[in-house]
């Protein structure tokens, strides 16, 4: 996906923390490294512009990043004369080529967006709801008893979940997330570096595919744009469908009478109401977005989780599931629902089929005046564990962070983290003569799914800013510089695939103990992304781009000094040698799915149609131990899953209070 224009801020934010950890010694290799870096990436003539802009603190932001350390660290081997960075990111050496591409992609951002620390903060009046989390000879309780429903992250689904059980009556209902939390209302936290896992810095063991999670309460929902994808959509409805016949899921999960998707239809109702989606207005429409909209026949206007602007500058317009459903229940509720934030989860202790213990450990606050850093009062040591004791255990903590969960707990259940599912996106840019202002008025409005439908992909409109496009940029320095001298001039949009599982595909702990993502494209899906591309550039063209460029270093342009295309011809005869190498064809993802596969049989699945996990060993499912997430989807959900996760989780919460969602 194409990030947006207030990235800038996150990202720098980030930057300046990390300055803490540079040294005034650091290597003067590294610095013989960055100077030779910068000569590769920039025209003499844009350095010194540039330096005049930031002043002599751009070089301490780059060499403080620790990220950037490292990847120093990794090329030093190959920095003697003549060295070149654009020919490491081909060399043979994997770790050597993956650090050369970041720090060409990470020196090509900060070198054209331009430190900024300014941040709009919005003094609010929020008041933290009253605490009944009391800490006891390292337990956490609630009022001193063990809690009735430990549910483990805060996204779309864990904060449904626990506001509607809060609402219904639930007593001693704990929501922990690893992330911290944002006093609502206080700051726009779109695409928020500090409130995304890794700092925005995961990427595939082999680095080809940028992973965007959020790390935050609110989860995705906080740093996303909130693009609504109904599930009544025909790809949506196509899947459930599939699901239902390969007997994944039952059809009551879908449908009220026959085949009418009624409970569906009567779910995400609620949904809409209680989240706040709306339609966009065609006069909302920018230029660049107008680019999709004139340009393919099935483009239409999304539908956000966004209140409608007004004008004012630094309003934040954006719905998460925080401000529509946690905060309200948590304020409401304060002795059925408490919120603990900055808790990671090690691991689940299981014993009789149960989960009886579950071991947390304190993740790192930082101290902004826009969090809530320590609202408990429980002054928690981060060098120790501590212990939660739940009678149900709900893992609502994503794609990535339920798999790492149930595999650090050695669940009995060998496709844990199995047949991943990525939504791998890339940008498609084009420099048009008119100026297309991409960053102006709604960034996101506009998509259109793939024509036919069973091609499988989406077109989704964004912006970008000068920084982003230079990173993805392909070309070199001169060719990057000529480009971004004409930014109001560029404007595009994201090819979304919409892949398909393939078991090899997987979130593991490696031998360090760290979580991995291992993914790599089958060649059928290759063969559908290549065709993706290159409908889009048709779009471009035709409604008339003089340029274009996708962001890919393999060797697929007439000339290695300007790396784009000049008529649609050209671009499709070289799309279509495109063969998505690691490193070389950079990729993103925002929408992992599919490591806890809901399913029948306990044998090819993780999670059974009750949400329960299922044990292999035994044949049958613990007792108390859920798992209610994107995680849980047999494949592609077939469009932005975040709608039909709420959807989900909703349809969860009525089946297990014995509900149904017509009654609601």
């Known amino acids: 996906m194409i990030i947006r224009k207030n990235s800038i801020v996150r990202i720098f934010c980030y930057l300046f923390i990390s300055l803490i950890t540079y040294l005034p010694g650091f290597a003067a290799t590294n610095d013989l490294l960055h100077n030779k870096i910068v000569q590769e990436l920039l025209p003499a003539s844009s350095y010194k512009v540039i330096e005049e802009k930031v002043g002599d603190g751009l070089r301490e932001y780059l060499l403080g990043n620790p990220n950037v350390e490292i990847a120093l660290e990794q090329i030093k081997p190959f920095s003697n004369d003549p060295f070149s960075l654009d020919a490491l990111i081909h060399h043979k050496d994997p770790k050597a080529s993956k650090a050369a591409a970041f720090l060409r992609r990470f020196y090509l951002y900060v070198l054209y967006s331009g430190p900024s620390l300014d941040r709009i903060v919005h003094q609010t009046d929020q008041i933290y709801p009253e605490s009944h989390i009391r800490l006891e000879q390292d337990v956490l309780t609630f009022d001193g008893e063990d809690v009735d429903y430990l549910i483990i992250g805060s996204g779309p689904s864990g904060s449904l979940i626990a506001s509607q059980f809060a609402e219904a009556g639930v007593k001693k209902v704990l929501l922990i997330d690893a992330g911290p939390f944002v006093k609502p209302g206080s700051i726009n936290s779109e695409y928020d570096t500090e409130l995304m896992e890794s700092f925005n810095q995961r990427f595939t063991v082999s680095g080809g595919i940028a992973i965007r999670n959020g790390r935050a309460i609110g989860g995705g929902t906080t740093v996303n744009i909130d693009l609504a994808f109904s599930p009544l959509l025909p790809s949506i409805k196509n899947t459930l469908t599939r699901w239902i016949n390969q007997d994944h899921i039952p059809s009551h999960f879908v449908h009220q009478n026959g085949k009418d998707f009624g409970i569906i239809h009567n779910t995400y109702e609620w949904v809409r109401k209680n989240i706040g989606t709306r339609a966009v207005n065609y006069q909302e429409i920018n230029p660049n977005n107008l680019i999709l909209l004139k340009g393919y026949p099935s483009a239409l206007p999304y539908e956000l989780n966004a209140k409608r602007p007004s004008g004012q500058k630094g309003e934040i317009l954006k719905i998460s599931a925080v401000d529509a459903l946690l905060w309200p229940a948590m304020n409401k509720y304060?002795?059925?629902?408490?919120?603990?934030?900055?808790?990671?989860?090690?691991?689940?202790?299981?014993?009789?089929?149960?989960?009886?213990?579950?071991?947390?450990?304190?993740?790192?606050?930082?101290?902004?005046?826009?969090?809530?850093?320590?609202?408990?009062?429980?002054?928690?040591?981060?060098?120790?564990?501590?212990?939660?004791?739940?009678?149900?255990?709900?893992?609502?903590?994503?794609?990535?962070?339920?798999?790492?969960?149930?595999?650090?707990?050695?669940?009995?259940?060998?496709?844990?983290?199995?047949?991943?599912?990525?939504?791998?996106?890339?940008?498609?840019?084009?420099?048009?003569?008119?100026?297309?202002?991409?960053?102006?008025?709604?960034?996101?409005?506009?998509?259109?799914?793939?024509?036919?439908?069973?091609?499988?992909?989406?077109?989704?409109?964004?912006?970008?800013?000068?920084?982003?496009?230079?990173?993805?940029?392909?070309?070199?320095?001169?060719?990057?510089?000529?480009?971004?001298?004409?930014?109001?001039?560029?404007?595009?949009?994201?090819?979304?695939?919409?892949?398909?599982?393939?078991?090899?595909?997987?979130?593991?702990?490696?031998?360090?103990?760290?979580?991995?993502?291992?993914?790599?494209?089958?060649?059928?899906?290759?063969?559908?992304?290549?065709?993706?591309?290159?409908?889009?550039?048709?779009?471009?063209?035709?409604?008339?781009?003089?340029?274009?460029?996708?962001?890919?270093?393999?060797?697929?342009?007439?000339?290695?000094?300007?790396?784009?295309?000049?008529?649609?011809?050209?671009?499709?005869?070289?799309?279509?040698?495109?063969?998505?190498?690691?490193?070389?064809?950079?990729?993103?993802?925002?929408?992992?799915?599919?490591?806890?596969?809901?399913?029948?049989?306990?044998?090819?699945?993780?999670?059974?149609?009750?949400?329960?996990?299922?044990?292999?060993?035994?044949?049958?499912?613990?007792?108390?131990?859920?798992?209610?997430?994107?995680?849980?989807?047999?494949?592609?959900?077939?469009?932005?899953?975040?709608?039909?996760?709420?959807?989900?989780?909703?349809?969860?919460?009525?089946?297990?209070?014995?509900?149904?969602?017509?009654?609601?």
């Open 334 to 664: 304060p002795k059925a629902l408490q919120v603990a934030s900055n808790l990671q989860v090690s691991n689940l202790k299981l014993s009789n089929n149960q989960v009886t213990e579950i071991t947390v450990k304190p993740t790192q606050v930082i101290a902004k005046d826009y969090l809530f850093s320590d609202p408990h009062n429980l002054n928690l040591d981060p060098t120790k564990t501590y212990k939660i004791r739940a009678k149900t255990v709900i893992l609502a903590a994503g794609t990535m962070g339920s798999a790492e969960i149930l595999l650090r707990s050695n669940i009995s259940n060998r496709n844990v983290g199995k047949g991943l599912i990525m939504h791998p996106s890339i940008g498609v840019l084009g420099i048009f003569p008119e100026p297309i202002f991409n960053t102006e008025g709604l960034l996101a409005a506009v998509y259109a799914p793939s024509i036919p439908l069973a091609d499988g992909y989406f077109f989704e409109s964004m912006s970008a800013d000068a920084g982003f496009i230079a990173s993805v940029h392909p070309g070199m320095k001169d060719h990057i510089a000529e480009n971004i001298s004409q930014f109001p001039h560029i404007g595009g949009f994201g090819v979304m695939l919409v892949d398909r599982p393939t078991y090899g595909n997987r979130v593991f702990i490696d031998e360090k103990g760290q979580v991995q993502v291992d993914y790599k494209l089958s060649h059928q899906d290759k063969h559908r992304f290549r065709k993706a591309i290159i409908a889009a550039t048709k779009v471009l063209f035709e409604q008339g781009a003089k340029e274009v460029f996708i962001p890919s270093l393999e060797s697929i342009y007439q000339t290695s000094s300007k790396r784009s295309f000049a008529s649609y011809g050209e671009a499709k005869k070289a799309i279509k040698q495109l063969q998505f190498k690691d490193n070389l064809t950079l990729l993103s993802s925002a929408h992992m799915q599919g490591t806890n596969k809901i399913g029948n049989n306990p044998r090819s699945s993780v999670v059974s149609k009750k949400f329960k996990v299922w044990n292999q060993a035994t044949g049958q499912e613990f007792d108390n131990l859920y798992v209610v997430d994107s995680s849980i989807f047999p494949s592609s959900i077939g469009a932005n899953p975040m709608q039909s996760i709420y959807t989900f989780a909703k349809i969860f919460v009525d089946q297990h209070l014995g509900k149904t969602s017509l009654k609601t």
